[in-house]
Protein backbone atom coordinates (compact mmCIF):
# COMPACT_ATOMS: atom_id res chain seq x y z
CA UNK A 1 0.00 0.00 0.00
CA UNK A 2 0.96 3.73 -0.91
CA UNK A 3 -0.55 6.89 0.99
CA UNK A 4 -0.47 9.96 -0.92
CA UNK A 5 -0.84 12.95 0.51
CA UNK A 6 -1.81 16.24 -1.52
CA UNK A 7 -0.94 19.33 -0.44
CA UNK A 8 -0.42 23.47 -1.32
CA UNK A 9 -3.80 24.32 -2.96
CA UNK A 10 -5.32 27.53 -2.16
CA UNK A 11 -7.02 30.60 -3.92
CA UNK A 12 -5.86 32.80 -6.26
CA UNK A 13 -6.50 35.13 -8.35
CA UNK A 14 -6.31 34.78 -12.04
CA UNK A 15 -3.09 34.58 -13.12
CA UNK A 16 -1.73 33.79 -10.34
CA UNK A 17 0.46 30.70 -9.53
CA UNK A 18 0.56 27.68 -6.87
CA UNK A 19 2.61 24.87 -6.68
CA UNK A 20 0.81 21.31 -5.51
CA UNK A 21 2.92 19.07 -3.61
CA UNK A 22 2.23 14.98 -3.39
CA UNK A 23 3.95 12.95 -0.43
CA UNK A 24 4.14 9.38 -1.28
CA UNK A 25 4.73 7.23 2.21
CA UNK A 26 7.26 4.93 -0.18
CA UNK A 27 8.80 5.01 -3.75
CA UNK A 28 5.94 4.48 -6.55
CA UNK A 29 6.00 4.50 -10.02
CA UNK A 30 4.38 6.30 -12.93
CA UNK A 31 2.51 8.79 -10.89
CA UNK A 32 -0.26 11.37 -12.64
CA UNK A 33 -2.44 14.61 -11.31
CA UNK A 34 -5.57 14.86 -11.68
CA UNK A 35 -8.45 17.12 -11.15
CA UNK A 36 -12.36 17.52 -10.40
CA UNK A 37 -14.54 20.82 -10.90
CA UNK A 38 -17.79 20.65 -9.29
CA UNK A 39 -20.41 18.86 -10.94
CA UNK A 40 -17.81 17.45 -13.95
CA UNK A 41 -16.14 14.07 -14.46
CA UNK A 42 -12.58 13.67 -12.86
CA UNK A 43 -9.97 15.29 -15.45
CA UNK A 44 -6.86 14.01 -16.81
CA UNK A 45 -3.80 16.99 -16.01
CA UNK A 46 -0.40 15.31 -16.89
CA UNK A 47 1.51 12.84 -15.70
CA UNK A 48 4.95 11.23 -15.42
CA UNK A 49 7.48 7.82 -16.16
CA UNK A 50 8.77 6.09 -13.84
CA UNK A 51 11.40 4.98 -16.49
CA UNK A 52 12.48 8.33 -18.20
CA UNK A 53 10.90 11.06 -16.38
CA UNK A 54 9.03 11.49 -19.34
CA UNK A 55 5.95 13.67 -18.75
CA UNK A 56 2.88 14.26 -20.71
CA UNK A 57 0.12 16.96 -20.46
CA UNK A 58 -3.58 17.65 -21.38
CA UNK A 59 -3.92 20.26 -23.83
CA UNK A 60 -6.07 22.19 -21.63
CA UNK A 61 -2.98 23.00 -19.38
CA UNK A 62 0.20 22.20 -22.03
CA UNK A 63 2.57 25.44 -21.85
CA UNK A 64 1.09 26.24 -17.97
CA UNK A 65 1.49 23.31 -16.24
CA UNK A 66 4.79 21.37 -14.99
CA UNK A 67 4.94 18.08 -13.41
CA UNK A 68 8.35 17.21 -11.76
CA UNK A 69 9.43 14.88 -9.25
CA UNK A 70 12.09 14.30 -6.45
CA UNK A 71 12.81 10.65 -5.98
CA UNK A 72 14.67 10.62 -2.92
CA UNK A 73 11.67 12.49 -1.10
CA UNK A 74 9.30 10.36 -2.36
CA UNK A 75 7.48 13.73 -3.74
CA UNK A 76 5.57 14.77 -6.97
CA UNK A 77 4.60 18.31 -7.68
CA UNK A 78 2.56 20.50 -9.85
CA UNK A 79 3.71 23.72 -10.82
CA UNK A 80 0.70 25.78 -11.91
CA UNK A 81 0.91 29.12 -14.06
CA UNK A 82 -1.21 31.64 -15.58
CA UNK A 83 -4.22 30.38 -13.68
CA UNK A 84 -7.49 30.48 -14.87
CA UNK A 85 -10.77 30.21 -13.27
CA UNK A 86 -11.61 27.30 -15.34
CA UNK A 87 -8.72 25.90 -13.49
CA UNK A 88 -10.84 26.04 -10.14
CA UNK A 89 -10.89 21.97 -8.79
CA UNK A 90 -9.32 19.45 -6.49
CA UNK A 91 -6.71 18.45 -7.43
CA UNK A 92 -5.25 14.54 -7.07
CA UNK A 93 -2.53 12.85 -7.59
CA UNK A 94 -2.67 8.97 -7.93
CA UNK A 95 0.32 5.99 -8.16
CA UNK A 96 0.39 3.68 -10.51
CA UNK A 97 1.22 0.24 -8.64
CA UNK A 98 3.21 -1.60 -11.39
CA UNK A 99 6.13 0.07 -13.76
CA UNK A 100 4.01 0.02 -17.30
CA UNK A 101 1.33 2.39 -17.44
CA UNK A 102 -0.60 2.28 -20.79
CA UNK A 103 -2.57 4.75 -20.63
CA UNK A 104 -1.40 7.30 -18.46
CA UNK A 105 -4.88 9.68 -18.86
CA UNK A 106 -7.01 7.30 -17.87
CA UNK A 107 -7.75 7.22 -13.75
CA UNK A 108 -7.90 3.21 -13.94
CA UNK A 109 -4.52 2.95 -14.86
CA UNK A 110 -3.52 4.45 -11.05
CA UNK A 111 -4.00 2.42 -7.90
CA UNK A 112 -3.31 4.47 -4.99
CA UNK A 113 -5.12 8.42 -4.66
CA UNK A 114 -4.25 11.06 -2.57
CA UNK A 115 -7.38 12.63 -0.69
CA UNK A 116 -7.17 15.82 -3.22
CA UNK A 117 -6.37 19.54 -2.40
CA UNK A 118 -8.34 22.27 -3.39
CA UNK A 119 -7.57 24.92 -5.97
CA UNK A 120 -10.02 28.17 -6.47
CA UNK A 121 -9.02 30.75 -8.76
CA UNK A 122 -10.98 34.02 -8.70
CA UNK A 123 -11.21 36.70 -11.85
Known amino acids: QVQLAESGGGSVQAGGSLRLSCAAS?????MGWFRQAPGKEREFVGAIFWSAGRTIYADSVKGRFTIARDYAKNTLYLQINSLKPEDTAVYYC???????????????????WGQGTQVTVSS
Open 94 to 112: AAAAGYRVYEPSLASSYDY
Open 26 to 30: RGTFS
